[in-house]
């Protein structure tokens, strides 16, 4: 019999939601489900809750997703994700947890460690090159390094029986790629067959991104119904790429939603550059084969970078962000009175602020003042600083929430503060990155 | 007349770094979008917003275009202060750019 594959997508982010997933997985489409948690900042947003909790750091829906797919799981089916964050340890003592809990036995659960690349940056003070620095220019600041890998480890833990695989930052598109590979037995070193593998992956890791979401535009665009997105999958066989959804959901898997997902966060589509492959989308086509069934092809791929993308986490101080409202004749000359008198209030503590912007909702805030429009109703100013210290944050809210003492009318101010850690890519020799992967039996 | 009314398109954010693919509702209207959505009719839209280089692909398999836009987004997701630190909205002024060739292309809505 020849070989296939069918494979679900089940998150796209750390907060994404499980509940469709959960019917996707449950439908009996699909044998495995992939679950991106991460994105740039999440990944050091995760890093600074373990500094301050060794138990901590890893994806917050664990619980909730061994509730929902324990079905899936007893079914065979096999789960695939970057749950670890950055604590794959504490991932897979909640997974083992979350298993017991709900009674589901016999699961072997696979765990990779090692993406945690701090001390290698420390050691070789590696370059940033958006920050015009090396690592140790910054050491105090520098608060966390993870490499990008690949789909390698995921392999090998099917080949050891893993039903639910969990890594730290393991690239997206790997997680698709990895069960792929595996099922179809393509070679990790079949450029071709990567590139391929990494196509479908790339068309699952952003989940309803793929079926309708951030894609309606009224009149040009219209679905008939997106309040209820399905969850992408994907059929992969020798002979062909089809991807769908879940039959009754809404959104669409069409040329459009396809083609949008297929040029997403990438740069050279020639030159698609993965801890697997570089792999080519240039010459991608898509053909609708039926109601929200969607061949592609085309794809081809050439070996994979020598070098791991490293994200590294740096600390910035502390973000805040105050806002306030102004309505009717004379609101924009109000909000522009409120933004000087503020920048005014600010000077004694301008040591402490690296960068401060105030925009105007309705007006310039999106797009610089590149879209001129006419007099709005109303208009929201928005301060946002980035300070060295807290003390300065305070002070930066507490003359934002002090306009309800004028100019007149201002109204709903609100405010959010945050520590801001930044991230900033820098690269690694994949020799350097030492994964250890562990098959825990549950 | 406005991109929007025969192209559509899609923002994505890495580091500091924005792309934008463009695509033709018509694939009659590729060739006219490949010819006229050129790198400097959107470095003139996006003006202040992009601080660095803009290169323009072709994604000649799906009649698309990418135009990738170096600092672009005041830092990237986690350290920009704007509004919108991902540039998903950019999407939207990119198709408010003017294509003046309204004989040749068919608009999506007659």
């Known amino acids: 019999m020849s070989r296939s594959i069918s494979i679900g997508s089940g998150s796209a982010y750390s907060t994404d939601r499980l509940d469709w997933a959960q ?23 995760a890093q600074v809750r373990r500094l301050d909790d060794e138990t901590a750091g890893h994806d917050q829906r664990i619980p909730e997703l061994m509730r929902r797919f324990a079905g899936f799981l007893r079914r065979g089916g096999k789960m695939v994700g970057n749950f670890g964050a950055a604590n794959p340890a504490a991932a897979a003592d909640d997974v083992l947890r979350g298993l017991k809990l709900n009674g589901v036995t016999g699961v072997r659960v696979g765990v990779i460690h090692g993406d945690d690349v701090l001390d290698h940056v420390l050691d070789q003070d590696l370059e940033l090159p958006e920050m015009g620095v090396t690592a140790q220019a910054i050491a105090a600041q520098v608060v966390s390094a993870n490499a990008y890998i690949g ?5 090998e833990l099917l080949e050891e029986g893993a039903q639910f695989i969990l890594g730290g930052r393991v690239a997206d598109p790997s997680l698709y790629v990895g069960p792929i590979a595996y099922e179809m037995g393509w070679a990790l070193d079949d450029w071709e067959k990567m590139g391929t593998a990494t196509l479908v992956a790339h068309l699952l890791e952003c989940g309803t991104h793929a079926t309708g979401g951030n894609y309606v535009d009224p009149p040009y665009r219209v679905l008939d119904d997106i309040v209820h997105l ?18 009754g959901t809404g959104g669409a898997v069409d040329i459009g939603t396809m083609k949008t997902q297929l040029a997403y966060e990438i740069h050279d589509p020639a030159a698609y550059l993965t801890p697997d492959s570089t792999a080519d989308f240039s010459q991608v086509w898509v053909e609708e084969v039926g109601p929200n069934r969607v061949r592609v092809g085309g794809a081809s791929g050439r070996p994979r970078p020598d070098s791991l993308k490293v994200l590294v986490g740096v600390d910035q101080g502390w973000k805040v962000v105050t806002e306030i409202s102004y309505g009717g004749a004379g609101c924009v000359e109000r909000a522009q009175l409120a933004a000087e ?3 005014k209030r600010l000077e004694p503590y301008q040591l402490g602020i690296d960068e401060i912007r105030y925009d105007f909702h309705g007006m310039s805030a999106l797009f610089d003042g590149q879209l001129p429009g006419g007099d709005p109703a109303e208009v929201r100013l928005r301060i946002a600083a980035r300070c060295d210290d807290r003390e300065t ?14 100019p007149a009318g201002g109204g709903g101010v609100t405010t959010q503060m945050a520590p801001a850690i930044g991230v900033t890519p820098a690269l690694l020799p994949r020799e350097d990155v030492k994964l250890i992967t562990e098959v825990i039996e549950a | 007349m406005k991109l929007r009314e025969f192209a559509y398109s899609r923002s994505g954010d890495k580091g500091d770094i924005v792309n934008l693919c463009v695509f033709v509702y018509d694939d009659a209207n590729w060739e006219v979008l490949r010819r006229e959505l050129t790198v ?9 917003l992009v601080k660095g280089e803009i290169t323009r692909y072709e994604l000649p398999g799906t009649k698309g275009l990418n135009f990738v836009m170096t600092e672009a987004l005041g830092g990237g997701v986690s350290m920009s202060l704007r509004t919108d630190p991902h540039g998903k909205s950019y999407q939207s002024l990119l198709l408010e750019i003017d294509i003046d060739a309204d004989e040749e292309i068919k608009p999506r809505l007659g």
């Open chain 1, 23 to 45: 019917e996707l997985a449950d439908s009996g489409l699909v044998q495995y489900m992939g679950f991106d948690c991460l994105a740039e900042r999440t990944m050091a947003l």
């Open chain 1, 151 to 155: 789909a390698d480890p995921i392999v």
């Open chain 1, 230 to 247: 399905g969850f992408p999958l994907a059929h992969v066989s020798e002979d062909e790429l089809v991807i769908t959804k879940l039959e």
């Open chain 1, 341 to 343: 008198v503020v920048a």
């Open chain 1, 393 to 406: 944050a305070d002070a930066v809210a507490f003359e934002g929430q002090f306009l309800w003492m004028g």
């Open chain 2, 40 to 48: 400097e009719k959107v470095r003139d839209k996006f003006g202040s």
